[in-house]
Protein backbone atom coordinates (compact mmCIF):
# COMPACT_ATOMS: atom_id res chain seq x y z
CA UNK A 1 0.00 0.00 0.00
CA UNK A 2 1.04 3.35 -0.45
CA UNK A 3 2.35 4.98 2.01
CA UNK A 4 0.10 8.23 3.22
CA UNK A 5 1.49 11.45 2.57
CA UNK A 6 2.33 13.86 5.51
CA UNK A 7 2.81 17.26 4.93
CA UNK A 8 3.78 20.31 6.56
CA UNK A 9 5.06 24.07 6.24
CA UNK A 10 6.64 26.68 7.91
CA UNK A 11 6.60 30.89 7.54
CA UNK A 12 10.05 31.91 6.09
CA UNK A 13 9.97 34.52 9.27
CA UNK A 14 12.54 34.08 11.40
CA UNK A 15 15.07 31.82 12.99
CA UNK A 16 13.19 28.49 14.82
CA UNK A 17 12.83 28.45 18.35
CA UNK A 18 12.35 25.21 20.95
CA UNK A 19 8.93 25.62 20.56
CA UNK A 20 9.29 25.14 16.63
CA UNK A 21 11.53 21.91 17.17
CA UNK A 22 9.72 20.45 20.09
CA UNK A 23 6.35 21.25 17.86
CA UNK A 24 7.51 20.13 14.98
CA UNK A 25 10.84 19.48 13.69
CA UNK A 26 11.59 16.62 16.23
CA UNK A 27 8.03 15.27 15.04
CA UNK A 28 8.84 15.39 11.32
CA UNK A 29 11.99 13.69 11.83
CA UNK A 30 9.98 10.57 13.34
CA UNK A 31 7.47 11.02 10.78
CA UNK A 32 10.01 10.85 7.80
CA UNK A 33 11.10 7.53 8.68
CA UNK A 34 7.14 6.19 8.30
CA UNK A 35 4.95 8.69 5.74
CA UNK A 36 5.54 9.78 2.62
CA UNK A 37 6.47 13.14 3.92
CA UNK A 38 7.06 16.51 2.53
CA UNK A 39 8.15 19.60 4.84
CA UNK A 40 8.16 22.94 2.95
CA UNK A 41 9.25 26.90 3.62
CA UNK A 42 6.81 28.83 2.84
CA UNK A 43 8.27 32.06 1.56
CA UNK A 44 5.07 33.36 -0.49
CA UNK A 45 3.20 33.11 2.68
CA UNK A 46 5.76 35.14 4.28
CA UNK A 47 5.00 38.14 1.52
CA UNK A 48 1.35 39.33 3.11
CA UNK A 49 3.69 40.81 5.54
CA UNK A 50 6.26 42.51 3.32
CA UNK A 51 9.51 41.40 4.59
CA UNK A 52 12.58 42.96 3.47
CA UNK A 53 13.44 41.10 0.52
CA UNK A 54 17.19 40.28 1.90
CA UNK A 55 16.04 39.22 4.97
CA UNK A 56 13.27 37.19 2.63
CA UNK A 57 15.89 35.05 1.38
CA UNK A 58 18.41 35.05 3.91
CA UNK A 59 15.71 33.37 6.43
CA UNK A 60 14.84 30.88 3.71
CA UNK A 61 17.90 29.64 3.63
CA UNK A 62 18.35 29.44 7.28
CA UNK A 63 15.63 27.69 8.21
CA UNK A 64 16.32 25.15 5.60
CA UNK A 65 19.73 24.75 7.32
CA UNK A 66 17.60 24.39 10.57
CA UNK A 67 15.79 21.83 9.03
CA UNK A 68 18.78 19.67 8.34
CA UNK A 69 20.55 20.68 11.13
CA UNK A 70 17.82 19.14 13.02
CA UNK A 71 18.01 15.70 11.33
CA UNK A 72 14.97 16.28 8.66
CA UNK A 73 16.60 14.53 5.96
CA UNK A 74 16.58 15.38 2.50
CA UNK A 75 16.90 11.75 1.10
CA UNK A 76 13.70 10.71 3.30
CA UNK A 77 11.80 13.47 3.29
CA UNK A 78 10.98 16.09 0.32
CA UNK A 79 12.26 19.41 1.79
CA UNK A 80 11.25 22.51 -0.80
CA UNK A 81 10.52 26.04 -0.86
CA UNK A 82 6.88 27.06 -2.16
CA UNK A 83 7.85 29.28 -4.38
CA UNK A 84 10.41 26.91 -6.33
CA UNK A 85 6.48 25.25 -7.21
CA UNK A 86 5.33 27.84 -9.33
CA UNK A 87 2.47 25.25 -9.76
CA UNK A 88 1.08 26.60 -6.19
CA UNK A 89 0.61 29.68 -8.16
CA UNK A 90 -1.39 28.98 -10.64
CA UNK A 91 -4.18 26.43 -9.04
CA UNK A 92 -4.08 29.02 -6.12
CA UNK A 93 -5.31 31.29 -8.88
CA UNK A 94 -8.40 28.52 -9.76
CA UNK A 95 -8.69 27.58 -6.31
CA UNK A 96 -10.12 30.64 -5.83
CA UNK A 97 -12.73 30.71 -8.35
CA UNK A 98 -14.06 28.06 -5.96
CA UNK A 99 -13.52 30.28 -2.49
CA UNK A 100 -16.03 32.98 -1.38
CA UNK A 101 -14.56 35.90 0.18
CA UNK A 102 -16.84 35.93 2.59
CA UNK A 103 -15.47 32.94 4.24
CA UNK A 104 -12.18 34.23 4.28
CA UNK A 105 -13.80 37.28 5.94
CA UNK A 106 -14.90 35.48 8.53
CA UNK A 107 -11.36 33.57 9.09
CA UNK A 108 -10.05 34.34 12.62
CA UNK A 109 -6.49 34.78 11.50
CA UNK A 110 -7.56 37.79 8.94
CA UNK A 111 -9.97 39.54 11.28
CA UNK A 112 -7.04 39.67 13.45
CA UNK A 113 -4.36 40.54 11.03
CA UNK A 114 -6.59 43.09 9.10
CA UNK A 115 -7.77 44.87 12.77
CA UNK A 116 -3.80 45.03 13.53
CA UNK A 117 -3.34 46.15 10.00
CA UNK A 118 -5.93 49.20 10.68
CA UNK A 119 -5.14 49.65 14.53
CA UNK A 120 -8.80 48.92 14.87
CA UNK A 121 -9.57 48.10 19.23
CA UNK A 122 -10.44 44.61 20.43
CA UNK A 123 -13.37 45.82 22.03
CA UNK A 124 -15.13 46.31 18.94
CA UNK A 125 -17.94 44.01 17.67
CA UNK A 126 -17.02 41.13 15.26
CA UNK A 127 -19.54 43.14 13.35
CA UNK A 128 -18.27 46.47 13.24
CA UNK A 129 -14.87 45.19 13.08
CA UNK A 130 -15.81 43.49 9.24
CA UNK A 131 -17.58 47.13 8.29
CA UNK A 132 -14.45 48.88 9.45
CA UNK A 133 -12.00 46.50 7.31
CA UNK A 134 -14.25 47.02 4.08
CA UNK A 135 -15.02 50.93 4.61
CA UNK A 136 -11.58 51.62 5.48
CA UNK A 137 -10.42 54.45 3.02
CA UNK A 138 -7.33 55.61 5.03
CA UNK A 139 -3.77 55.05 3.56
CA UNK A 140 -3.55 51.99 5.39
CA UNK A 141 -4.32 48.75 3.68
CA UNK A 142 -4.77 45.23 4.25
CA UNK A 143 -3.86 43.35 1.23
CA UNK A 144 -5.81 40.74 -0.70
CA UNK A 145 -2.70 37.82 -0.06
CA UNK A 146 -3.86 38.57 3.44
CA UNK A 147 -7.62 37.92 2.49
CA UNK A 148 -6.62 34.40 0.20
CA UNK A 149 -4.08 33.27 2.58
CA UNK A 150 -6.05 30.05 3.39
CA UNK A 151 -6.60 29.48 -0.35
CA UNK A 152 -2.63 29.15 -0.94
CA UNK A 153 -2.57 27.24 1.95
CA UNK A 154 -5.17 24.98 1.04
CA UNK A 155 -3.59 24.64 -2.32
CA UNK A 156 -0.14 23.56 -0.74
CA UNK A 157 -1.79 20.59 0.83
CA UNK A 158 -4.13 20.37 -1.51
CA UNK A 159 -1.49 20.17 -4.55
CA UNK A 160 0.27 17.41 -2.79
CA UNK A 161 -3.18 15.32 -2.00
CA UNK A 162 -1.87 15.32 1.34
CA UNK A 163 -3.45 13.37 3.97
CA UNK A 164 -2.02 14.69 7.07
CA UNK A 165 -0.94 18.19 8.14
CA UNK A 166 0.41 18.55 11.25
CA UNK A 167 -0.09 21.95 12.58
CA UNK A 168 -0.84 24.12 15.31
CA UNK A 169 -4.25 25.23 17.06
CA UNK A 170 -3.80 28.11 15.34
CA UNK A 171 -3.72 26.67 12.23
CA UNK A 172 -6.68 24.33 12.76
CA UNK A 173 -9.34 26.71 11.23
CA UNK A 174 -7.34 27.24 7.84
CA UNK A 175 -7.60 23.25 7.87
CA UNK A 176 -10.89 23.09 8.60
CA UNK A 177 -11.25 25.67 5.07
CA UNK A 178 -8.91 23.47 3.18
CA UNK A 179 -11.08 20.78 3.74
CA UNK A 180 -13.93 22.48 2.55
CA UNK A 181 -12.56 23.73 0.04
CA UNK A 182 -11.67 20.19 -1.44
CA UNK A 183 -14.68 18.93 -0.65
CA UNK A 184 -16.50 21.90 -2.40
CA UNK A 185 -14.35 21.18 -5.38
CA UNK A 186 -14.88 17.60 -6.05
CA UNK A 187 -18.80 17.50 -5.76
CA UNK A 188 -19.18 20.78 -7.98
CA UNK A 189 -17.25 18.83 -10.87
CA UNK A 190 -18.25 15.30 -9.59
CA UNK A 191 -14.86 14.24 -8.77
CA UNK A 192 -13.06 12.45 -6.40
CA UNK A 193 -9.48 13.96 -6.74
CA UNK A 194 -8.70 15.96 -3.35
CA UNK A 195 -8.62 13.87 -0.17
CA UNK A 196 -9.12 15.61 2.69
CA UNK A 197 -6.32 16.33 5.20
CA UNK A 198 -6.53 15.87 8.76
CA UNK A 199 -4.25 17.18 11.36
CA UNK A 200 -1.67 14.97 12.40
CA UNK A 201 -0.69 14.51 16.27
CA UNK A 202 2.41 12.41 15.97
CA UNK A 203 3.07 10.38 18.69
CA UNK A 204 -0.32 11.42 21.29
CA UNK A 205 -0.27 15.23 22.50
CA UNK A 206 0.66 18.77 21.11
CA UNK A 207 3.12 19.92 23.20
CA UNK A 208 3.25 23.84 24.17
CA UNK A 209 6.44 24.78 24.55
CA UNK A 210 6.05 28.34 26.76
CA UNK A 211 8.13 31.39 26.25
CA UNK A 212 10.49 33.23 29.53
CA UNK A 213 8.78 35.77 29.89
CA UNK A 214 5.73 34.10 32.07
CA UNK A 215 3.27 34.27 30.24
CA UNK A 216 2.07 31.55 27.17
CA UNK A 217 3.76 30.15 24.46
CA UNK A 218 7.33 30.60 22.67
CA UNK A 219 6.33 33.05 19.94
CA UNK A 220 8.23 34.88 17.34
CA UNK A 221 6.06 37.90 18.05
CA UNK A 222 5.91 37.64 21.59
CA UNK A 223 9.65 38.02 22.03
CA UNK A 224 9.98 35.59 24.32
CA UNK A 225 12.26 32.77 22.56
CA UNK A 226 14.75 30.42 23.04
CA UNK A 227 16.42 30.09 19.33
CA UNK A 228 18.17 27.15 18.31
CA UNK A 229 21.28 29.31 16.98
CA UNK A 230 21.56 30.97 19.92
CA UNK A 231 25.13 31.19 21.31
CA UNK A 232 25.92 29.76 24.43
CA UNK A 233 26.24 33.19 26.33
CA UNK A 234 22.87 34.85 25.22
CA UNK A 235 20.72 31.53 25.56
CA UNK A 236 22.02 31.13 29.22
CA UNK A 237 21.14 35.15 30.01
CA UNK A 238 17.86 34.82 28.57
CA UNK A 239 17.26 31.78 30.94
CA UNK A 240 18.62 33.23 33.39
CA UNK A 241 16.29 36.33 33.14
CA UNK A 242 13.00 34.14 32.96
CA UNK A 243 10.34 35.49 34.50
CA UNK A 244 9.51 33.88 38.10
CA UNK A 245 7.60 35.06 41.14
CA UNK A 246 9.07 35.78 44.55
CA UNK A 247 9.13 31.93 45.82
CA UNK A 248 7.13 29.57 47.95
CA UNK A 249 6.66 30.39 51.29
CA UNK A 250 5.01 27.71 53.05
CA UNK A 251 5.06 24.34 52.25
CA UNK A 252 3.26 22.54 48.93
CA UNK A 253 2.29 25.78 47.53
CA UNK A 254 0.73 25.42 44.32
CA UNK A 255 3.24 26.66 41.46
CA UNK A 256 2.54 29.99 39.69
CA UNK A 257 2.27 30.26 36.23
CA UNK A 258 6.17 31.25 35.46
CA UNK A 259 7.63 28.80 37.35
CA UNK A 260 5.51 26.32 36.02
CA UNK A 261 6.96 27.32 32.63
CA UNK A 262 10.67 26.49 33.64
CA UNK A 263 9.23 23.22 35.11
CA UNK A 264 7.61 22.24 31.53
CA UNK A 265 11.03 23.52 29.83
CA UNK A 266 12.93 20.94 31.87
CA UNK A 267 10.23 18.30 31.37
CA UNK A 268 11.55 18.35 27.82
CA UNK A 269 15.32 18.83 28.70
CA UNK A 270 16.05 17.47 32.02
CA UNK A 271 16.31 14.50 33.14
CA UNK A 272 13.52 13.32 35.57
CA UNK A 273 15.48 12.69 38.93
CA UNK A 274 16.90 16.41 37.87
CA UNK A 275 13.46 17.63 37.47
CA UNK A 276 11.93 15.87 40.61
CA UNK A 277 14.92 17.44 43.25
CA UNK A 278 13.85 20.95 41.97
CA UNK A 279 10.04 19.40 42.55
CA UNK A 280 11.06 18.44 45.91
CA UNK A 281 12.57 21.83 46.49
CA UNK A 282 9.73 23.67 45.59
CA UNK A 283 7.28 21.61 48.02
CA UNK A 284 9.89 21.99 51.21
CA UNK A 285 10.56 26.07 50.18
CA UNK A 286 13.95 24.67 49.90
CA UNK A 287 14.50 25.84 46.15
CA UNK A 288 16.53 28.62 44.30
CA UNK A 289 15.53 30.00 41.09
CA UNK A 290 19.59 30.83 40.22
CA UNK A 291 19.37 27.02 40.21
CA UNK A 292 16.71 26.01 38.78
CA UNK A 293 17.62 28.19 36.01
CA UNK A 294 21.54 27.46 35.87
CA UNK A 295 20.35 23.92 35.58
CA UNK A 296 17.94 24.33 32.73
CA UNK A 297 19.93 26.65 30.63
CA UNK A 298 22.71 23.82 30.89
CA UNK A 299 20.22 21.38 29.76
CA UNK A 300 18.65 23.42 26.89
CA UNK A 301 22.22 24.01 25.66
CA UNK A 302 22.75 19.88 25.25
CA UNK A 303 20.07 20.06 22.90
CA UNK A 304 20.85 23.55 21.05
CA UNK A 305 24.48 23.55 21.44
CA UNK A 306 25.15 20.27 19.06
CA UNK A 307 22.13 21.56 16.63
CA UNK A 308 23.58 25.28 16.28
CA UNK A 309 26.92 23.58 15.44
CA UNK A 310 24.86 21.69 12.26
CA UNK A 311 23.29 24.98 11.54
CA UNK A 312 26.47 27.20 11.20
CA UNK A 313 28.27 24.12 9.36
CA UNK A 314 25.28 23.72 6.85
CA UNK A 315 25.10 27.75 6.17
CA UNK A 316 28.46 28.12 5.18
CA UNK A 317 27.87 25.00 1.98
CA UNK A 318 26.38 26.49 -0.41
CA UNK A 319 26.81 23.42 -2.47
CA UNK A 320 24.72 21.28 -0.10
CA UNK A 321 22.03 23.51 0.33
CA UNK A 322 21.49 24.02 -3.46
CA UNK A 323 21.57 20.60 -3.95
CA UNK A 324 18.91 19.85 -1.57
CA UNK A 325 16.83 22.49 -2.29
CA UNK A 326 16.87 21.64 -6.09
CA UNK A 327 16.33 18.24 -5.46
CA UNK A 328 12.92 18.73 -3.28
CA UNK A 329 11.89 21.18 -6.10
CA UNK A 330 12.11 18.72 -8.59
CA UNK A 331 10.48 15.69 -6.49
CA UNK A 332 7.83 18.69 -5.14
CA UNK A 333 7.36 20.28 -9.20
CA UNK A 334 6.69 16.67 -10.45
CA UNK A 335 3.43 15.72 -8.34
CA UNK A 336 2.15 19.21 -7.90
CA UNK A 337 2.37 18.94 -11.98
CA UNK A 338 0.41 16.33 -12.06
CA UNK A 339 -2.21 17.25 -9.61
CA UNK A 340 -2.76 20.76 -11.55
CA UNK A 341 -2.87 19.28 -14.94
CA UNK A 342 -5.78 16.95 -13.34
CA UNK A 343 -7.34 20.33 -12.46
CA UNK A 344 -7.21 22.04 -15.46
CA UNK A 345 -8.46 19.21 -17.74
CA UNK A 346 -11.33 19.15 -14.53
CA UNK A 347 -12.23 22.87 -15.13
CA UNK A 348 -11.92 22.59 -19.14
CA UNK A 349 -8.65 24.55 -19.57
CA UNK A 350 -7.18 22.45 -22.62
CA UNK A 351 -4.94 23.21 -25.04
CA UNK A 352 -5.20 23.63 -28.58
CA UNK A 353 -2.25 22.92 -29.66
N1 LIG B 1 0.12 28.92 7.78
C1 LIG B 1 1.12 28.08 8.37
C2 LIG B 1 1.68 28.81 9.62
O1 LIG B 1 1.67 30.01 9.67
C3 LIG B 1 2.26 27.80 7.43
C4 LIG B 1 1.76 27.02 6.26
C5 LIG B 1 1.61 27.47 4.99
C6 LIG B 1 1.37 25.64 6.25
N2 LIG B 1 1.17 26.46 4.17
C7 LIG B 1 0.98 25.34 4.93
C8 LIG B 1 1.31 24.68 7.25
C9 LIG B 1 0.54 24.06 4.58
C10 LIG B 1 0.86 23.39 6.89
C11 LIG B 1 0.47 23.11 5.57
O2 LIG B 1 2.13 28.14 10.52
Known amino acids: ?113 ARKALGIKTDKDEEDIEKEIIGNESNKRVNAGLLTYPTLMAVDILIQKANKVPVGKDQEQHLELTRRFARRFNSFYGVDLFPEPENFNFGGNAVKVPGLDGSGKMGKSEGNCIYLIDEEKVLRKKVMRAVTDEGPKVPNSPVSQPVENLFTLMELTSAPEVIQQYRDAYADCSIRYGDLKKQLAEDILKVTLPIRERILDIQNDDVLLARVIKQGADRARERAAKTLSEVREIMGIKKFY
Request: net charge negative; no cysteine; glycine share 6%.
Open 1 to 113: MAKEIVLSGIRATGNLHLGNYYGALSKFVKMQEDYDSLFFIADLHALTTHPDPKTLHTNVKNIIAEYLAAGVDPDKATIFVQSDVPEISELYLLLNMHVGIGELMRTASFKDK
